[in-house]
C-alpha cells in the first residue's frame, strides 16, 4: 500500500501543476477597454434600429453581450461628459461643467481636469494595470492636464476636438460641409505631451488608432491593461478612410460610423486571437447625443427628442454595449437605468482597487447587473446643462425644471410647475402629465433639494 501511495505522488504532482495556470488566469484582474463614440446618437447603430447604417460588428458585440436601453452620460456636451466618465463624478463637481457661453474647453481655457481627481486609470495603474489612452482627451491641453498626468502611461491622440485646429480662411461653416477638404485643418497629433505630426491627415485618423489599440493589446497580452479609446468621429468635420469612403447608403455619415464599426471589431478580434477575451470587459458608449443642427452630417436619436446639447433624452441617453464572453449574459437586454458615471466604480470593483471614500462619488457598480447577480443600483439620474440642473429622472418619471433645444438661438425656457413625462411610456417625451402626478412632481422636487444641499462646486476650469 505504501509504494501504491508513493507511485501515485507524481501524478498527483503533475496533476496540480496543470491546473495551477488555470487557478491563475481565475484569480487574474480582468482587462477593461472602454470605447468611446464623439457625438453619436441613440439611433445610429444597426441594433438600435438605424435602416441604412451597416454595424455588424457593434450588432454582433450586442448579440454576445448585453444592450442598454437606459444608458446615460453625465452632461449633453464632449468636455464635462468625459470629465464624467473617467472620475464617476458629476463634472460640477470638478469645475469641469462649464455653462453655455463656455460649454467646452477650447485652446484657450486656461485649465483642465484638475491633478486631484482620481480617473479609472490612476486607480487601475495602482494595482499593476498598464494603461493608455486613445484617441480624443478634451480634458485640458497643457502638460499637467493631459492623460499621462492622470494615471495612462502613454496618450496618443488629439488634444481636443478635430475642428479646433482651423487653417486660416478657411470658408465658413467648413466642419458642416459634406465634403470636408483635408487642407482646412490643422490638427496636431500627439504622443503623451509631445506634438508628433502636424498637420494630421484626418481620414487615416479612426484607422491609425485602432493600429495604436492593437499593438497596445498585443504588447500587454501577459498583464492586466486599461484602454480608453475615445473615437474622434463621428464629430464634425467628417473624415473616412480610403476602404470607407462613398460605401454607407447613409453618406458620408454612414462612412464615418461604419469605419467605427471596423475598428470595433478589430479591437474584439485581437482579444479573441490573443486568447484575452474570457478575461476582457469591452464596454461601448458615445459621450453625447447627435449634432442635430450639422444635419446630414450630423447623427440620429432615432426615437428619442433632442440631440447634443439639450438635456431632452436624445442629448444624454446613448446606445451601451457591455462585452464579456463567459461572464455577460450574450444576448441581454437591460432596461435598467445606468450611466457613464457607474464605470469608474465598476472598473475598480473588477480591478480590485478601492473606490475612493474621501469625495463624493456620483456611480454605482454595475458589475451585479452585468454579471446576472443582482439588479441594478441607480434609481436616479440628474441631466445637467452645464452648471444648472435641467432635468431629473427618478425611476419612470422624469421632470424637465428648463429645456433647451441644444443648440438654438432661443434662449432656455424654465417651467413651473416643471414638465413631467413618463419614460417607458413616452420615451419620445411628447406627454406631458405633470397635471396628474403632482406627488411625482413633489417628490423630484425633494431630491433636487436635497442635491443642492449637498452639493460643493468645484473650481471652474474653463
Not at 467628417?238 to 470595433?264: C, H, I, N
Request: charged share 20%; glycine share 10%.
Amino acid at each position: 500500500m505504501r509504494k501504491y501511495i508513493l507511485s501515485l505522488l507524481p501524478v498527483a504532482f503533475v496533476a496540480l501543476v496543470a491546473t495551477a495556470p488555470a487557478v491563475a488566469r481565475a484569480e487574474k484582474s480582468p482587462n477593461i477597454v472602454i470605447i468611446l463614440a464623439d457625438d453619436l446618437g441613440y439611433g445610429d447603430l444597426g441594433c438600435y434600429g438605424h435602416p441604412s447604417i451597416r454595424t455588424p460588428n457593434l450588432d454582433r458585440m450586442a448579440a454576445e453581450g448585453m444592450r442598454f436601453t437606459d444608458f446615460y452620460v453625465a452632461a449633453t456636451v464632449c468636455t464635462p461628459s468625459r470629465a464624467a466618465l473617467l472620475t464617476g463624478r458629476l463634472p460640477i463637481r470638478s469645475g469641469m461643467s462649464g455653462d453655455l457661453q463656455h460649454r467646452v474647453q477650447t485652446r484657450n481655457s486656461p485649465g483642465g481636469l484638475p491633478p486631484e481627481e482620481i480617473t479609472i486609470a490612476r486607480a487601475l495603474k495602482g494595482k499593476g494595470y498598464a494603461t493608455q489612452a486613445i484617441g480624443k482627451w478634451h480634458l485640458g491641453h497643457y502638460p499637467q492636464n493631459l492623460p499621462t498626468s492622470h494615471g495612462f502611461d502613454n496618450f496618443y491622440g488629439l488634444r481636443w476636438s478635430n475642428d479646433m485646429e482651423p487653417t486660416r480662411g478657411i470658408p465658413k461653416g467648413s466642419s458642416g460641409n459634406l465634403d470636408p477638404k483635408p487642407e482646412w485643418w490643422n490638427c496636431t497629433l500627439m504622443r503623451n505631451d509631445q506634438p508628433l505630426e502636424q498637420p494630421t491627415d484626418l481620414s487615416t485618423l479612426t484607422k491609425r488608432y485602432t493600429e495604436e489599440a492593437v499593438r497596445f493589446i498585443e504588447q500587454n497580452r501577459k498583464k492586466p491593461f486599461f484602454l480608453y479609446f475615445a473615437h474622434t468621429y463621428p464629430h464634425v468635420p467628417l473624415f473616412a478612410s480610403k476602404q470607407f469612403q462613398k460605401t454607407s447608403p447613409r453618406g458620408l455619415y454612414g462612412d464615418v460610423v461604419e469605419e467605427l464599426d471596423w475598428s470595433v471589431g478589430q479591437v474584439l478580434d485581437t482579444l479573441r486571437k490573443q486568447g484575452l477575451d474570457k478575461n476582457t470587459l469591452v464596454f461601448f458608449t458615445s459621450d453625447n447625443g447627435p449634432w442635430l443642427v450639422k444635419d446630414q452630417v450630423g447623427g440620429c436619436a432615432g426615437l428619442l427628442q433632442g440631440g447634443k446639447g439639450s438635456t431632452w433624452e436624445g442629448g444624454m441617453r446613448e446606445p451601451g454595449i457591455a462585452w464579456w464572453p463567459g461572464h455577460v449574459k450574450a444576448g441581454s437586454v437591460n432596461r435598467e437605468m445606468a450611466s457613464s458615471l457607474d464605470l469608474l466604480s465598476t472598473c475598480l470593483t473588477l480591478g480590485k482597487a478601492p473606490i475612493p471614500s474621501d469625495r463624493i462619488i456620483d456611480g454605482v457598480d454595475m458589475t451585479p447587473m452585468l454579471l446576472g447577480k443582482g439588479p441594478g443600483q441607480r434609481n436616479l439620474m440628474i441631466y445637467y446643462n452645464g452648471d444648472e440642473v435641467y432635468a431629473i429622472r427618478k425611476g419612470p418619471y422624469k421632470a424637465h425644471f428648463t429645456t433647451f433645444a441644444g443648440y438654438s438661438k432661443e434662449p432656455p425656457e424654465k417651467h413651473d410647475p416643471p414638465l413631467l413625462f413618463h419614460l417607458p411610456n413616452d420615451p419620445g417625451e411628447r406627454f406631458n402629465i405633470a397635471a396628474e402626478h403632482p406627488e411625482v412632481i413633489a417628490d423630484i422636487k425633494q431630491e433636487l433639494e436635497n442635491h443642492r444641499a449637498k452639493l460643493v462646486p468645484g473650481k471652474r476650469q474653463y
